[in-house]
């Protein structure tokens, strides 16, 4: 009698086991998903290269003006040289 309560114990344990691990098979509620965030481009002047700025434009400095470059961008035009 212990050994068939030990084995429907045990079938029962293992039937609940592959319900609960078959359940969060599903999609993951959009809350816990990881969400990607964009980079963020960072804008500087070929000139004055220590200015930094967020959004394209002018360099603010007095007398320059020059059109902002991506940061990015600005590497790739010096390892050219």
């Known amino acids: ?3 068939l309560m030990l084995m429907a114990v045990a079938i029962l344990f293992s039937i609940a086991t ?3 691990a ?3 098979k599903g999609t993951m509620p959009t809350d816990t998903t990881k969400k990607t ?3 963020k481009v960072i804008y ?3 000139m004055h290269t220590d200015l930094i700025s967020y959004k394209p434009g002018k360099c603010p400095r ?3 003006g020059m059109t902002l470059v ?3 961008d600005l590497k ?3 390892m050219k040289m």
């Open 1 to 3: 009698m212990k050994k």
């Open 18 to 20: 592959v319900f609960a």
């Open 22 to 24: 078959n359940h969060h």
């Open 37 to 39: 965030r964009a980079a």
């Open 44 to 46: 500087t002047c070929p």
């Open 62 to 64: 007095p007398g320059c």
């Open 70 to 72: 991506k940061k990015s």
């Open 76 to 78: 790739k035009k010096t």
